[in-house]
T-cell receptor
Framework: GENVEQHPSTLSVQEGDSAVIKCTYS??????FPWYKQELGKRPQLIID?????GEKKDQRIAVTLNKTAKHFSLHITETQPEDSAVYFC????????????FGAGTILRVKS | DSGVTQTPKHLITATGQRVTLRCSPR?????VYWYQQSLDQGLQFLIQ???????AKGNILERFSAQQFPDLHSELNLSSLELGDSALYFC???????????FGPGTRLTVL
């Protein structure tokens, strides 16, 4: 089955700097890649997603890039703010599998002010 | 607020007991997914229902079962509970099987 690896497990940045989180997936049939942000004790919240027919997507300070050949995708957060501090999860899914999400292990992002 | 509701918020019970977690999807969503989040296993997919029928199954234990009712709400039943079942259980919903999933607030289960 699908396996998603996520790096780094923790990331500390200074306020205003950029943060990059990377994920690799194993199943070339996966075609949907969302990113979720989770604050302590709260629900995972979708922040951005990308489908396999697109190479890059941007929403204000957040962007995601996808490299299907290498089977990896990345989350980029620019001009980080203290409220960006949270755990970020990447995931992969494919329609033939009921679109179940296979998650990475998560990245703890700390933005220091 | 995602529009997905889950009850109860917290559940404390003893080993060997049985509990039922409830999820109401967003209005118009036909798909319901259940996920378990624990410290050692991360976020793991359990089971998916689409319009009342089971669509996909993950590493769900035989002691666990679920169903989706005609009004589209779903229940996850956990029986013969063990200490290791303590976790956050999330429900997510989507319009169909290939679209964005929105998560509910979760039910925190503590097995003593």
């Amino acid at each position: 089955g699908e396996n998603v690896e996520q790096h780094p497990s923790t990331l500390s940045v200074q306020e205003g700097d950029s943060a990059v989180i990377k994920c690799t997936y194993s199943d070339s049939a996966s075609n949907y890649f969302p990113w979720y942000k989770q604050e302590l004790g709260k629900r995972p919240q979708l922040i951005i997603d990308i489908r396999s027919n697109v190479g890059e997507k941007k929403d204000q300070r957040i962007a995601v890039t996808l490299n299907k050949t290498a089977k990896h995708f990345s989350l980029h957060i620019t001009e980080t703010q203290p409220e960006d501090s949270a755990v970020y999860f990447c995931a992969a899914s494919k329609i033939s599998d009921g679109n179940k999400l296979v998650f990475g292990a998560g990245t703890i992002l700390r933005v220091k002010s | 607020d995602s529009g997905v509701t889950q009850t109860p918020k917290h559940l404390i019970t003893a080993t060997g007991q049985r509990v039922t977690l409830r999820c109401s999807p967003r209005s118009g969503d036909l798909s319901v997914y259940w996920y378990q989040q624990s410290l050692d296993q991360g976020l793991q997919f359990l089971i998916q229902y689409y319009n009342g029928e089971e669509r996909a199954k993950g590493n769900i234990l035989e002691r666990f079962s679920a169903q989706q009712f005609p009004d589209l709400h779903s229940e996850l039943n956990l029986s013969s509970l063990e200490l290791g079942d303590s976790a956050l259980y999330f429900c997510a919903s989507s319009v169909g099987g290939g679209t964005t999933q929105y998560f509910g607030p979760g039910t925190r289960l503590t097995v003593l």
